[in-house]
């Protein structure tokens, strides 16, 4: 063999070995969600449909909450580089910007559709990724859940007048200093210590998700009631943090195929969480647990308060104010069309904060 042969086959086996590793690319992923809770089937199915849609050029190796790093500290691994890809629910870390809670959830103001469109088409995609950037992070929205099911008790919850002096297992920024407002007070865990909690009378109450995930949860065991409707977060979203890095280092195909997992698992997330709320319903009814439901008169009294707290945590940050007016844009817009084909519509259109306080804070 020459010396031009012999550098040639060098060269050739060089490029098939850098092919091969491009090939068997891959990243290791967690949730916050331990495998107790099923809102780790929104992840798993997204993980899923990802593996499937990206082939032989990138493989997702999923663990759940807790087997790698604390659900606290998922962001932070993520951030680093330590693991490629994670799993989350923004509102946890409304404590490293306070945009991450109405990105996660909204006080009687967003429905899971309204999410879901403006995501999709009113700007909301691009405000995660400008949010989650701050951090080194691509974001991709991948489920969504309506309301969650209210606060579980051993007391009667029916009128804002029952709230007083509660304490009650609460998640969210702008929820805790609306539950202040009405008269309780906010007990924050995780969701794995709420039935603990719950059992020995540590906390008065909690809420956690919607009705499958809470029924999961073993919270019919240990409460006698439930209140409904779940105002504190009138819709939820999940998705998946990724390293900018390793997102960079995907080859524009590969980030495309993501996208539309992602976009697939958001869609199917909303019929899946429904219809598996539906049946949990009847599990808690089943259960022996006492459903109420507060009067429209109630809950207009909340609503008013959940916008003085919107609008006054908004302006403590422009940021955050940005995410709040862009929401309160969309809702604008789209009223025209859903209000006009009401009741054959999506969801309401709330009479939610001054549009024109927040613009002035996001200035």
């Given at each position: 063999m020459t010396l031009k042969t012999t550098v040639l086959a060098g060269v050739a086996l060089?490029?098939?070995?850098?092919?091969?590793?491009?090939a068997q690319e891959s990243w290791t992923m967690t949730t916050t969600w331990p495998t107790s809770l099923e809102l780790i089937e929104i992840d798993k199915h997204f993980v899923e449909l990802a593996n499937k849609l990206t082939g032989d050029d990138l493989t997702i190796e999923f663990f759940e909450g807790g087997a790698l790093v604390p659900a606290g500290e998922v962001f932070g691994a993520v951030e680093s580089g330590t693991i490629q890809a994670g799993a989350d629910?923004?509102?946890?870390?409304?404590?490293?910007?306070?945009?991450?809670?109405?990105?996660?959830?909204?006080?009687?103001?967003?429905?899971?559709?309204?999410?879901?469109?403006?995501?999709?088409?009113?700007?909301?995609g691009d405000l995660y990724n400008e949010i989650y950037g701050k951090f080194g992070m691509v974001y991709l929205p991948y489920g969504v859940t309506n309301n969650e099911s209210g606060f579980r008790t051993n007391k009667k919850i029916e009128t804002v007048d029952d709230l007083q002096g509660m304490r009650l297992r609460l998640s969210g920024l702008e929820q805790g200093r609306l539950?202040?407002?009405?008269?309780?007070?906010?007990?924050?865990?995780?969701?794995?210590?709420?039935?603990?909690?719950?059992?020995?009378?540590?906390?008065?109450?909690?809420?956690?998700?919607?009705?499958?995930?809470?029924?999961?949860?073993g919270f019919q065991q240990v409460t006698k009631y439930w209140a409904t409707p779940g105002w504190h977060q009138s819709a939820s979203i999940?998705?998946?943090?990724?390293?900018?890095?390793?997102?960079?280092?995907?080859?524009?195909e590969t980030?495309?195929?993501?996208?539309?997992?992602?976009?697939?698992?958001?869609?199917?997330?909303?019929?899946?969480?429904e219809k598996r709320a539906t049946e949990?319903?009847?599990?808690?009814?089943?259960?022996?647990?006492?459903?109420?439901?507060y009067d429209d008169e109630t809950l207009a009294k909340i609503q008013e308060q959940a916008n003085t707290v919107i609008e006054e945590t908004a302006c403590e940050n422009p940021d955050s104010a940005k995410?709040?007016?862009?929401?309160?844009?969309?809702?604008?817009?789209?009223?025209?069309w859903r209000d006009a084909s009401a009741p054959f519509n999506l969801g309401r259109t709330p009479n939610g904060p001054d549009i024109e306080k927040i613009r002035a804070c996001a200035e």
């Amino acid at each position: 063999m020459t010396l031009k042969t012999t550098v040639l086959a060098g060269v050739a086996l060089a490029a098939g070995i850098a092919t091969q590793s491009v090939a068997q690319e891959s990243w290791t992923m967690t949730t916050t969600w331990p495998t107790s809770l099923e809102l780790i089937e929104i992840d798993k199915h997204f993980v899923e449909l990802a593996n499937k849609l990206t082939g032989d050029d990138l493989t997702i190796e999923f663990f759940e909450g807790g087997a790698l790093v604390p659900a606290g500290e998922v962001f932070g691994a993520v951030e680093s580089g330590t693991i490629q890809a994670g799993a989350d629910w923004p509102g946890y870390w409304a404590g490293r910007n306070s945009a991450f809670s109405p990105l996660a959830t909204t006080a009687s103001l967003f429905n899971a559709i309204d999410y879901v469109n403006w995501i999709e088409q009113w700007g909301g995609g691009d405000l995660y990724n400008e949010i989650y950037g701050k951090f080194g992070m691509v974001y991709l929205p991948y489920g969504v859940t309506n309301n969650e099911s209210g606060f579980r008790t051993n007391k009667k919850i029916e009128t804002v007048d029952d709230l007083q002096g509660m304490r009650l297992r609460l998640s969210g920024l702008e929820q805790g200093r609306l539950l202040e407002k009405l008269g309780g007070s906010q007990v924050s865990m995780a969701g794995g210590e709420i039935y603990q909690s719950l059992e020995r009378g540590v906390i008065d109450g909690a809420e956690f998700s919607t009705p499958n995930v809470d029924f999961s949860g073993g919270f019919q065991q240990v409460t006698k009631y439930w209140a409904t409707p779940g105002w504190h977060q009138s819709a939820s979203i999940f998705g998946v943090m990724i390293n900018k890095a390793s997102w960079d280092a995907l080859s524009p195909e590969t980030q495309e195929d993501l996208k539309v997992a992602a976009q697939a698992n958001l869609i199917w997330s909303l019929s899946f969480t429904e219809k598996r709320a539906t049946e949990a319903y009847q599990q808690f009814q089943d259960a022996g647990i006492e459903i109420t439901r507060y009067d429209d008169e109630t809950l207009a009294k909340i609503q008013e308060q959940a916008n003085t707290v919107i609008e006054e945590t908004a302006c403590e940050n422009p940021d955050s104010a940005k995410v709040y007016l862009s929401q309160l844009e969309y809702l604008e817009d789209y009223a025209k069309w859903r209000d006009a084909s009401a009741p054959f519509n999506l969801g309401r259109t709330p009479n939610g904060p001054d549009i024109e306080k927040i613009r002035a804070c996001a200035e």
